[in-house]
């Protein structure tokens, strides 16, 4: 096999609900050899789990059917392009049977293959009995369980392909699983080529979220040209797992080492070993290197052998919750807008009292344009207009459903200026599906790949390597302070990039410098107990710090940020997609010359 050999891959879409130009531009001009399609998060399976519930025959991504397959099948079979997805949720079965309904209506034959081997509702009852508890904790499995799947990796996708598929539709996998599949396929990787894997994996990893990678959610927004049109990543990778990133001619967006940085340190935990079922990624000496306009070279991910577990979601139902927003005006709005939420729970609590319906589990009363998510670091002053934003959990529906009803009679009964709700009609309680990670042992998980009517049963879909935590390298202590002497401040924003994520109830806060000289003051200044402090109206857990010296950074973990995570927060950023914003605005000391420098900077005409 020549080592000139380059595969190109294109991500078009980050979750359920991406826009749906996407996957024509990259089949039409991306020049690709494959599409993937990543449509899951953890709050996507609680979605696709409730939707089962109730219709058997859902629970998959339906876009995929609809805006990729529908309009796109004859394109995709006259270019030869193969498509790999995860959309086929908690129900593949289901999600296959449509796409060959639609290539049949294109008059188009592809071959569509099904990973099968994540849902372990059939083994509920064994792992109970062998006492499979929480990750980092000890809570057992819950009493009733709406779904349960382990996140499978790219070995059973690679097999798929090897079995002449076409397209292979997956149920949980890990996102970077769909690129990672086609790349063990083309270029024969093993179960032990670690540092390649680990290389796919990051390829993966920096398509899996879209055109986040292209100036999406950057940092510095404003040099981002084109948010209108903006284009969709293709990584042409290389037989070692290094990669180009780029986008389609005349499109929108940016594509630089920082673009790409940020997105390496969204939603991760530890750099030195990022877990997917198939290898523990090392990221911290990953370095990118601008070849071209729009074209960075990503190279030097290392890897070390997988644990010996599949990392398992489990959905279970948890009661109820509701959540309701009003817009509110005039002078003192911040203050109005409190008061009137405060006596909408007063009043609804009296009620549930003369009904015994029993008090809330949780209020959550965010003033938006107060800049209540921002806590004790807030600058609204004077705001004549806000939006208040109610929300409650309680064990029953009829006590949601009152709230409900009671949000309206606030506009003659209640505090002057409620000027609108918004919505049709009342606000519905929605079911609270929870999530419970767990480790199963991947001896336990039988994979198998279903094509032409044939299943395949795979020995191992993933190697056992027998990884744990304790085999790392232990971080060194955080450098001394720069002091008072000689310092000023300024704003993180001033010395570092920044993109945050969430795992469940974790949030993570990954910066890196904007130039060499600012990496020892990151290391100085902005420490756990400092990220700590700026966060303490937010988080209840601890605070972890990674460095990654690769491309000047640090990533943080905040432990329980995010009132319960996913569909059982009823907090605003569930998802933790605006923390990043708020930690570029932590006062960090620096040098008297950097900060007249920064002030300079800022005080130039844009």
């Known amino acids: 096999m020549?080592?000139?050999?380059?595969?190109?891959?294109?991500?078009?879409?980050?979750?359920?609900?991406?826009?749906?130009?996407?996957p024509g531009q990259l089949v039409r001009h991306g020049r690709i050899d494959y599409l993937v399609n990543?449509?899951?998060?953890?709050?996507?399976?609680?979605?696709?789990?409730?939707?089962?519930?109730?219709?058997?025959?859902?629970?998959?991504?339906?876009?995929?059917?609809?805006?990729?397959?529908?309009?796109?099948?004859?394109?995709?079979?006259?270019?030869?392009?193969?498509?790999?997805?995860?959309?086929?949720?908690?129900?593949?079965?289901?999600?296959?049977?449509?796409v060959?309904?639609?290539?049949?209506?294109?008059?188009?034959?592809?071959?569509?293959?099904?990973?099968?081997?994540d849902d372990l509702m059939a083994k509920v009852p064994e792992l109970r009995?062998?006492?499979?508890?929480?990750?980092g904790g000890d809570a057992p499995l819950p009493a009733k369980i709406v779904s349960?799947?382990?996140?499978?990796?790219?070995?059973?996708?690679?097999?798929?392909?090897?079995?002449?598929?076409?397209?292979?539709?997956?149920?949980r996998c890990v996102d970077s699983a769909v690129t990672l599949g086609p790349l063990i396929h083309e270029f024969g990787w093993t179960m032990e080529d670690y540092d390649k894997l680990s290389a796919g994996t990051l390829a993966g990893h920096i398509l899996e979220c879209g055109a986040q990678c292209n100036g999406g959610n950057f940092t510095d927004w404003k040099l981002v040209p084109g948010y209108d049109d903006i284009g969709f990543p293709v990584a042409e990778v290389s037989a070692d797992g290094s990669f180009v990133l780029s986008k389609p001619d005349d499109t929108g967006g940016l594509i630089t080492p920082a673009t790409v940085a940020e997105q390496m340190l969204y939603e991760i935990g530890d750099p030195r070993a990022y877990l997917v079922p198939d290898v523990a990624c090392d990221f911290t000496g990953v370095r990118y290197e601008q070849v071209g306009k729009d074209l960075v070279r990503v190279s030097g991910a290392r890897g070390r052998p997988p644990s010996d577990f599949y990392k398992t979601s489990t959905t279970w139902p948890d009661g109820f919750k509701l959540s309701a927003i009003f817009m509110l005006s005039g002078r003192d709005a911040v203050a109005k807008g409190r008061h009137s939420a405060d006596m909408m729970i007063k009043k609804t609590r009296r009620m549930f009292r003369e009904k015994n319906l029993g008090d809330y589990r949780e209020v959550s009363i965010e003033i938006i344009g107060g800049e209540d998510t921002y806590g004790p670091h807030s600058r609204a002053l004077d705001v004549r207009e806000v939006v208040v934003k109610v929300a409650a959990r309680h064990d029953q529906k009829e006590a949601l459903a009152l709230l409900g009803r009671e949000i309206a009679p606030m506009a003659t009964g209640g505090v002057v200026g409620m000027s609108g709700s918004f919505g049709a009609g009342r606000v519905a309680p929605q079911p609270v599906i929870r999530m419970f990670s767990c480790l199963v042992p991947k001896t336990e998980v039988p994979v198998s790949v279903e094509?032409?009517?044939?299943?395949?049963?795979?020995?191992?879909?993933?190697?056992?390597g027998g990884f744990t935590d304790a085999s790392l390298p232990v971080e060194a202590p955080s450098l001394p302070s720069t002091g008072d002497?000689?310092?000023?401040?300024?704003?993180?924003?001033?010395?570092?990039?920044?993109?945050?994520?969430?795992?469940?109830?974790?949030?993570?806060?990954?910066?890196?410098?904007?130039?060499?000289?600012?990496?020892?003051?990151?290391?100085?200044?902005?420490?756990?107990?400092?990220m700590a402090a700026w966060f303490a109206h937010r988080i209840k857990g601890t605070v972890s710090r990674w460095r990654l010296p690769g491309i000047g950074g640090f990533n943080f973990l905040l432990r329980e940020a995010l009132g319960g995570g996913g569909m059982a927060s009823i907090k605003a950023d569930p998802l933790a997609k605006a923390f990043a914003q708020m930690a570029l605005d932590m006062p960090v000391r620096v040098p008297a010359a950097i900060a007249w420098e920064w002030r300079e900077a800022e005080a130039r005409p844009a």
Not at 2 to 22: L, V, Y
Not at 148 to 171: H, K, Q, S
Not at 453 to 461: L, P, R, S
Not at 505 to 519: L, Q, S
């Open 148 to 171: 349960m799947n382990a996140y499978l990796g790219g070995f059973p996708i690679a097999r798929a392909l090897a079995e002449g598929a076409d397209i292979v539709i997956t149920g």
């Open 129 to 135: 009995a062998a006492g499979v508890t929480e990750m």
């Open 451 to 464: 094509i032409d009517g044939t299943t395949i049963a795979m020995e191992a879909g993933a190697k056992s």
């Open 38 to 98: 990543d449509y899951l998060a953890e709050v996507t399976m609680s979605i696709m789990a409730a939707q089962k519930l109730k219709n058997p025959q859902a629970g998959y991504a339906v876009d995929f059917v609809t805006a990729v397959m529908t309009p796109l099948a004859r394109e995709i079979a006259d270019r030869g392009i193969k498509v790999v997805t995860n959309a086929g949720g908690v129900n593949p079965q289901a999600c296959a049977e449509a």
């Open 100 to 117: 060959r309904k639609a290539c049949e209506a294109q008059g188009v034959k592809l071959k569509v293959a099904v990973v099968s081997g």
């Open 2 to 22: 020549s080592s000139a050999k380059t595969i190109r891959i294109g991500g078009s879409s980050a979750f359920w609900g991406d826009t749906e130009t996407a």
């Open 485 to 530: 002497a000689g310092t000023d401040t300024v704003p993180l924003i001033a010395l570092a990039y920044g993109r945050s994520g969430d795992k469940g109830d974790t949030a993570n806060i990954g910066i890196f410098a904007r130039k060499p000289e600012y990496v020892a003051i990151l290391d100085a200044e902005v420490t756990e107990a400092a």
